[in-house]
């Protein structure tokens, strides 16, 4: 969620007034951080906002990188009247390109926060940047089809976006055959679940490493609606290598089926909510880097290492013992029940065991 204060931050922002009852400006959101971690120095290099997750990417050296891109990247003044609207500047999207971002999933309940004028700026300014994008686009069958990361010497993986309703997507939001929009389930039904296996058997993910990356649910709360799971357990029934589960502004469940990874919530890896109060006993401010290594014959996980974080000045620092602790009791109590196991290591990190 690189937009609004995040935004701000950065050299060249957008404009900073909002639409929302909250904050009538997105200053407003820096004001708030800096309340209570200090004054952030601006305007910011490219490669701030990452911090320390950077060193854990040079270390790990992961073949394919892919994250939800929660807001527009626009300048549109085009707003929804939906009460909380994200957008970064083209310029400052830049950012994603010193993480080396290989692939945005846009299919979320703020990639059209500045309408579809924003979206398909958003599509766009990415396309420039030479990252793929999955589950939006210019019309129905260009929203549906799958982001192709080719891996040389390994294969290559399938990304395919879709977004439910239950995220706060507004139905109008949906792409048609004629207007840009996201690749949209109604519901988890039988018939949404047929739908999603026809789109991906017509994305050719056979032999490759796919992933279905989906916005399900409320932002808060640990419950696995059982219609996620089922929906989760089909697609890889129908072949899906990892199931990318996001909405929740913190981890949730892990669980492991059939040797196939289910992420049901990753929680945001960077966001703009330091400073406001409310939902404390999550710890929003904690966050996650998921590194998957699957095996490329397969498809099966091979192993899965997490790297905790904390989000401090709009910054990703590691995460100090106490809240690594914190993570793994959590996470820990929470994927038990799907026989997901959490062991902390030497490194700081968490390593993730099953079956």
Known sequence: MIGRGIDQILSDPCPPELHEDYAPSAMNYVEFAEHVSGRIQTPVGLDYVWGDALDRLRDSRPDARIVNLETSVTRSEAYEPKGINYRVSPANAQCLQVAEIDCCTLANNHVLDWGRAGLLETLDALDRMGIKTAGAGRNLDDARRPAILDVPGKGRVIVIGFALPSSGVPPRWAATANLPGLSLLPDLSDESVELACEILKNASTSGNVSVVSIHWGPNWGYE??????????????????????????????????????????????????????????????????????????????????????????????????????????????????????IQKTATATLKVGWG
């Open 224 to 341: 696995i609606a059982d219609d996620q799971r089922r929906f989760a357990h089909r697609m890889i029934d129908a072949g899906v290598s990892v199931i990318h589960g996001h909405s929740s502004h913190h981890p949730k469940a892990i669980e492991v089926y059939r040797n196939r990874l289910i992420l049901y919530g990753c929680g945001d890896f960077l966001n703009d909510y330091e400073g406001i109060e409310g939902y404390e006993e999550y710890r929003d401010d904690l966050s996650l880097m998921y590194f998957a290594d699957v095996e490329a014959a397969s498809g099966d996980l091979a192993a899965l290492e997490l790297a905790p974080m904390r989000i401090r000045r709009f910054r990703l620092e590691e995460a100090v013992r106490r809240d690594v602790d914190w993570l793994a009791r959590r996470l820990r109590r929470e994927s038990a029940p799907f026989g997901v196991s």
